[in-house]
């Protein structure tokens, strides 16, 4: 009996050590505003403490690093892995003008640059708005209109009650490329019924893997002025407001029987 060996095809990729030096982008998923990492991979010859290391890069194309100095350690922090034989750049509070631009890391005479592109990269751009914002109310609808400048990726919002999901029936979402970003436009209304208690109502969108809350607002059922049926509802208890209604529209029946036979007997 024969037994067929199986080839064994060797990954030679994965065995073939960098020669040359070059820098890809490490942090997995980029989100505006916190720190991005970039590793370059040292040559193997040589490694790692012979030569001077070094990262150029930035919105002026400066030097950065040299060495693990930094040229403004609240931005920019360099760390070598002798063991991976790799330099990795960290730059905090990465913001738009560092993207789309070049950055060189280089080991002695070698060097490699590359420009930083996120659009095979997973990123956020979560929105710089102050939020929460307050729900207006008209005395029919509570509404609100909030742009979002700036939002990466499109958001998914929606409208709650304490009790039910609403988003349906209020909200609108209208979002449109801006540069590598949306610009959202999220339009909330909904008609609100005096008699009844919605608690809080809100408006939360997620962005990514982030979940922010666009605006809330807690209603009163107690809420005087504008409510139809205001005064009643004022000296009642709320729990009551039901049979209240009943009460009132028999009160109209008669009214309306009363006023019939008055017209009647004219
Ligand atoms: C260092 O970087 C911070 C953050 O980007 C910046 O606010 C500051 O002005 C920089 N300092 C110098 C000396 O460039
Ligand atoms: C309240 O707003 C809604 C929707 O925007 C509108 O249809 C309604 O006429 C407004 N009511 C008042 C009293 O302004
Ligand atoms: C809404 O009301 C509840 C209970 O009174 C309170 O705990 C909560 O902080 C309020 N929220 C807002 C957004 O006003
Ligand atoms: C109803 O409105 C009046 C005046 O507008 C106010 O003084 C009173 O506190 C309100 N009552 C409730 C229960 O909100």
Known sequence: MYLTIPVLVLLVDLSFEKEYLSWKLLTTKVVFGQAVQLRCHLPKQNCCHNYTRSWRGGPDYTLLTLNEKSSNYTKYIEY?????????????SFSESEVDIIYQCSYGFSSYEAILQLTRHRYEFHPTESVPVSLSFNGTHMYAKISLEKVFP????????NEKDITKESLKVISKRNGIFYKSMIDFNYMIDPQHCFGLVTITCTVGTSRITIAEQNTSCRKNGSTFHGKHLAQRDSVASNSHDEESNIVGKVLIVLCFHFFNGL
């Open 80 to 92: 070598l892995d002798t063991e991976s034989r790799t330099s990795v750049l960290t730059i905090k």
């Open 154 to 161: 499109k958001p998914q919002c929606y409208g709650n009650t």
